[in-house]
């Protein structure tokens, strides 16, 4: 995380670039000593947070974190000032912090952990998962096929004996080697909920929920079809049909 500290006061500038270089989510840290300074550094080296003096010899912070917002990729602001009377202010300018001279290290380190979990970017395997959740379509490997289907026609998948069996709305199925597991992670959606350990279910096809035998449930849908609910997935499957 690139760090930018704006204070007309060396030993402040000093003494938080001290405090500042301890942590480790830091990697960089740059300095200005007043407003025009400052924002020269922003729109050059585009700092991932700045810590921000309020009454500085060229004008007023809370004017410069204003104007900061408006900037492209708008770095996030930490008011470090000796004035404890601006924290209304310091809200309405969308700081994540005010802390206040003399500086502690406890709470530079709380404003830099503060600003690493807003900027902290999803891991490869997140991203991947999430934009394969976004896809309204689902590709499925059926022997050396790759057949490519939209998420809303699907009714059902069962797994059984090796096999995923895909059944649609026209009622058709198509069959596949992977897993339920492979098969979920691509439908995962509001739209579709497992219900058993061999069952997924789109949510939009059901029409029924009745008591079966020994607390488990049983699911009917718009086909006719019926799908258990195991006991392990009954309150999960209430709670996503607003029951």
């Known amino acids: ?17 001290y405090l500042i270089q301890g942590n480790s989510e830091v990697t960089e840290i740059l300095e200005a000593d007043g407003i025009f300074m400052a924002e020269e550094q922003v729109k050059s080296e585009h700092p991932d947070m700045v810590f921000l003096d309020i ?11 204003e104007k900061i917002k408006s900037f492209d990729n708008s770095p996030h602001i930490v008011f470090a000032t000796a004035f404890d009377s601006y924290a209304l202010d310091a809200f309405e300018a969308d700081a994540v912090d005010y802390i206040l001279k003399p500086f502690s290290a406890k709470r530079v380190n709380e404003a830099i952990m503060r600003v690493a979990k ?41 797994a059984q004996q090796g096999f995923v069996y895909i059944w649609t709305l026209n009622k ?16 995962k959606s509001p739209e579709f909920l497992q219900i058993h350990r061999s069952f997924i279910v789109n949510l939009n096809g059901v029409t ?11 699911l009917t849908l718009i086909d006719g079809s019926k799908l258990p609910v195991s006991r392990s997935y009954v309150n999960t499957t209430k709670k996503a049909l607003g029951l």
């Open 1 to 17: 995380m690139k760090v930018l500290i704006v204070d007309d006061e060396p030993l402040a500038r000093e003494e938080l670039h």
């Open 208 to 218: 029924e929920l009745q008591p079966s035998f020994n607390h488990t449930y049983e």
């Open 55 to 65: 009454k500085l010899s060229d004008g007023n912070g809370m004017a410069l974190a």
């Open 118 to 158: 807003l900027i902290s970017p999803e891991d490869d395997a997140t991203k991947a998962k999430r934009e394969l959740r976004q896809n309204p379509r689902i590709s499925i490997q059926n022997d050396e096929r790759t057949i490519i289907l939209q998420k809303k026609q699907i009714l059902y998948v069962q």
């Open 172 to 187: 058709h199925k198509i069959i596949s080697r992977q897993t339920l597991t492979n098969i979920y992670d691509q439908l």
